[in-house]
């Protein structure tokens, strides 16, 4: 079939695209699969293009988080864009307000996903709270996203699985990583090896029962595949967005898109080689609903008596 455009709106959210399509154009003129796909998964978040077994791999290992926007992509996003701002020589008040503006035009264009949504929200909050003469519990910050994406749609509390997994991820993360990090005292601290253990093993606490009830699939291996791959993920943030902004420039576009290549090759390495590892994953189709609410339940008991937050 052949599509003839007859009329367009050039309004904001027409250039707002376009910027999208400069991006996915370059990262897939200087990148071969599937390195193209996983980075514009990371950064553009278009998911579907990922193969289908590449797919089902980071699912087995427990990756699937990394080739989708979640709050670790977004902290790292917001990091980025304050970074610059900064460097420009804004001050920190007026950056915040460029930051927020900034967020809203990635948001739009990425079309809105639950995770980076709530992520966004819960670090305007934590920076708005010194502007405002307020300090920012995060797990109150958590709750009040929660409430603000339940008020205005009720059914992600029990439809929306990404909602359920990011909610509990940070809820896990806020809770665990003092405690895991004291826990994993027998780990070095070089080069951050015990906080990314931490981290890891910290955002798992809460969302396995859903992950085994949803996707009838439990990753033994799932710890090691984020100790061993997450620590990538800034690299690849950072040199995605950089051969998607200097795509006009083939020299030193071709240049940056060389480690980018190299680093999305050992992640897709990593993973295979975990999943072909006997017992890396194991499938329960019979975790019944009953079965999750009482996992969630043990693992609410468990953090009650052990009170990981008190731990410094």
Known sequence: PRIKVLGQNKDLAFYIFQTKQYFWENLNNYLVE????LAKAMFLATRREIPEELRNIFARVGLSHMVAISGLHMA???????????????????????????LLVYLF????PSSAVRASLMVIILLLGPFLGRSTESIYSLILVADIFILFNPYVLLYDIGFQLSFLAVAGLLYYVKYFNKVLIFIPE???????????????????????????????????ANFLI?????????L?????IFGFWPALAGFIAWPLFIILKIIV???????????AFIYLDNFSLV?????????????????????E
Do not use: H
């Open 34 to 37: 599937p390195s193209s796909s």
């Open 76 to 102: 790292i996003i917001v990091w980025l864009m304050q970074t610059v701002l900064i460097a420009i020589g804004l001050s920190r008040k007026s950056s915040l307000w460029f930051l927020v503006i900034l």
């Open 109 to 112: 264009m990425i079309s809105f």
């Open 190 to 224: 070089y080069f951050k090896i015990r906080e990314v253990m931490s981290v890891t093993l910290a955002a798992q606490v809460f969302t396995w029962p859903l992950i085994i009830y949803n996707f009838g699939i439990f990753s033994l291996i799932a710890p090691v």
């Open 230 to 238: 997450l620590p990538f993920l800034p690299a690849v943030l950072i």
């Open 240 to 244: 995605a967005i950089l051969v998607g």
């Open 269 to 279: 390495y990593i993973a295979e080689l975990l999943a072909s590892i006997p017992y």
């Open 291 to 311: 079965y999750m609410l009482l996992a969630l339940c043990f693992m609410i008991i468990i953090t009650l008596v052990l009170k990981p937050r008190d731990y």
